[in-house]
């Protein structure tokens, strides 16, 4: 029996999962997102194609490759409609390879005006939701009142949608929230939800399963599946720097629960990591930089959201963060990206441990929101060379090596793999 392979984020979200999918794909025979829905943007780059996914698992345009959204996801009919179109412009019908867990949970265009509610409410403590209705279907979901893709298919489906939108709506009233004003996508909610029910025509186009024996019996055919996290580790509603997170559970354990596999089941842990940090929304990021050089990263390294369009916040790399991301996920290899942004820098830092009053720690801290934190900083000398080109790990300039091999020491964790631009072709196996 194989075993389900896992990649996921080490950082904050951004590390370039999309792109290193699309490149392992033809690996495995499955492709599986387990959490997470549209709030993810999922970037892939070849032949001269840009392409952004939120929903659908990014080994999608390997057409020979099954692609399963499980019952963690939660998909928004309209948005997941809009992402079927974009990839048919490209030649690519999702219908014939994608596959749709019944037991996935739906976003409601009321889902997605009490997200902008709690966080008009919430004032100057906003943590930067992507309005995207992430939080608010969750809460439903463990509230045991949410609606699932398979009760789209259920005789009782518009009665049970139309109770849920009218508790949506009284709980936006107690929140003082203008209904009336409220836009998505500049369409009133009227308009929104007319769209949004029409695109569930779509979706029941498509194979709907029962993913977690799907997935089972693709393990006992010995089938190679990976598993694709979105968000990452320091977003995680368990682990992360709450309550700036996510509200989905994004490391290795949330693939059991996102897929339906027993812990035995999951294989190699393939972690992603930039070579330098970046955070998009509110929360903590001890090694943010505010001056020229985080303007720097920020525009070489193109660090706008994906999903959002938000400039990212941008910093260096988070020994701390990235040691603990790797403890709580297993990770047994690290691929690190963007190394390239940096090509043209001088010096570069490693953030090695955190200075919190008069204590030295390399452990992230219950009051990791509360306390000011400094970073203690090692430095390397910049490569100051183009990567351009390079094919082998061994011709990657020596002083880029002497940093990569800081992060294998810091961390204990070997890397297999570095990105060093957005093509998938692109990526250097070590």
Same mark, same amino acid.
């Given at each position: 029996?194989?075993?389900?392979?896992?990649?996921?984020?080490?950082?904050?979200?951004?590390?370039?999962?999309?792109?290193?999918?699309?490149?392992?794909?033809?690996?495995?025979?499955?492709?599986?997102?387990?959490?997470?829905?549209?709030?993810?943007?999922?970037?892939?780059?070849?032949?001269?194609?840009?392409?952004?996914?939120?929903?659908?698992?990014?080994?999608?345009?390997?057409?020979?490759?099954?692609?399963?959204?499980?019952?963690?996801?939660?998909?928004?009919?309209?948005?997941?409609?809009?992402?079927?179109?974009?990839?048919? @412009?490209?030649?690519?019908?999702?219908?014939?390879?994608?596959?749709?867990?019944?037991?996935?949970?739906?976003?409601?265009?009321?889902?997605?005006?009490?997200?902008?509610?709690? @966080?008009?409410?919430?004032?100057?403590?906003?943590?930067?939701?992507?309005?995207?209705?992430?939080?608010?279907?969750?809460?439903?979901?463990?509230?045991?009142?949410?609606?699932?893709?398979?009760?789209?298919?259920?005789?009782?489906?518009?009665?049970?949608?139309?109770?849920?939108?009218?508790?949506?709506?009284?709980?936006?009233?107690?929140?003082?929230?203008?209904?009336?004003?409220?836009?998505?996508?500049?369409?009133?909610? @009227?308009?929104?939800?007319?769209?949004?029910?029409?695109?569930?025509?779509?979706?029941?186009?498509?194979?709907?399963?029962?993913?977690?024996?799907?997935?089972?019996?693709?393990?006992?055919?010995?089938?190679?599946?990976?598993?694709?996290?979105?968000?990452?580790?320091?977003?995680?509603?368990?682990?992360?720097?709450?309550?700036?997170?996510?509200?989905?559970?994004?490391?290795?354990?949330?693939?059991?629960?996102?897929?339906?596999?027993?812990?035995?089941?999951?294989?190699?842990?393939?972690?992603?990591?930039?070579?330098?940090?970046?955070?998009?929304?509110?929360?903590?990021?001890?090694?943010?930089?505010?001056?020229?050089?985080?303007?720097?990263?920020?525009?070489?390294?193109?660090?706008?959201?994906?999903?959002?369009?938000?400039?990212?916040?941008?910093?260096?790399?988070?020994?701390?963060?990235?040691?603990?991301?790797?403890?709580?996920?297993?990770?047994?290899?690290?691929?690190?990206?963007?190394?390239?942004?940096?090509?043209?820098?001088?010096?570069?830092?490693?953030?090695?441990?955190?200075?919190?009053?008069?204590?030295?720690?390399?452990?992230?801290?219950?009051?990791?929101?509360?306390?000011?934190?400094?970073?203690?900083?090692?430095?390397?000398?910049?490569?100051?060379?183009?990567?351009?080109?390079?094919?082998?790990?061994?011709?990657?300039?020596?002083?880029?090596?002497?940093?990569?091999?800081?992060?294998?020491?810091?961390?204990?964790?070997?890397?297999?793999?570095?990105?060093?631009?957005?093509?998938?072709?692109?990526?250097?196996?070590?």
């Amino acid at each position: 029996m194989t075993k389900v392979d896992v990649l996921l984020g080490l950082q904050w979200g951004d590390e370039g999962k999309g792109k290193i999918v699309d490149v392992l794909t033809p690996g495995y025979d499955v492709i599986a997102r387990f959490q997470g829905g549209p709030n993810a943007g999922h970037t892939l780059e070849f032949n001269g194609i840009k392409h952004v996914l939120h929903i659908i698992p990014s080994g999608i345009f390997h057409t020979d490759k099954i692609n399963v959204i499980g019952n963690g996801v939660i998909i928004e009919p309209r948005i997941f409609l809009q992402e079927v179109q974009a990839l048919a @412009e490209k030649g690519v019908d999702a219908t014939k390879n994608l596959y749709v867990s019944k037991k996935a949970h739906l976003i409601l265009p009321t889902h997605r005006l009490l997200d902008a509610a709690n @966080e008009q409410a919430k004032g100057n403590a906003k943590i930067g939701s992507t309005l995207k209705g992430i939080g608010p279907t969750y809460t439903d979901k463990i509230a045991r009142c949410g609606l699932r893709v398979g009760d789209t298919l259920e005789f009782d489906f518009r009665e049970r949608y139309e109770m849920l939108k009218a508790q949506h709506l009284r709980t936006a009233q107690t929140l003082m929230f203008d209904v009336n004003s409220f836009r998505i996508d500049g369409m009133t909610l @009227e308009q929104y939800e007319e769209q949004w029910l029409a695109s569930l025509e779509t979706l029941k186009r498509f194979q709907l399963i029962n993913s977690e024996y799907f997935i089972n019996r693709c393990l006992r055919e010995g089938k190679r599946i990976l598993a694709e996290g979105a968000q990452a580790a320091m977003l995680d509603i368990d682990f992360g720097s709450y309550p700036f997170v996510t509200s989905s559970n994004t490391v290795t354990a949330g693939v059991c629960s996102g897929l339906g596999i027993a812990p035995s089941s999951v294989g190699r842990v393939m972690g992603i990591a930039k070579a330098y940090c970046t955070r998009v929304g509110a929360g903590p990021f001890p090694p943010e930089l505010f001056d020229e050089t985080g303007s720097r990263l920020c525009q070489l390294g193109h660090e706008f959201g994906a999903t959002t369009g938000r400039p990212r916040r941008c910093g260096w790399i988070d020994i701390p963060a990235l040691r603990y991301a790797c403890m709580l996920d297993g990770v047994t290899d690290l691929i690190i990206t963007k190394p390239d942004v940096m090509n043209d820098f001088e010096q570069v830092r490693m953030c090695t441990a955190y200075k919190i009053g008069d204590t030295l720690t390399d452990e992230i801290p219950f009051e990791y929101n509360a306390v000011e934190i400094k970073p203690q900083y090692v430095d390397f000398a910049g490569w100051q060379q183009d990567l351009s080109g390079t094919a082998d790990y061994a011709a990657l300039p020596e002083k880029l090596r002497t940093y990569l091999a800081a992060i294998e020491r810091e961390t204990g964790i070997n890397i297999m793999a570095v990105s060093i631009s957005p093509d998938r072709k692109d990526v250097i196996f070590k």
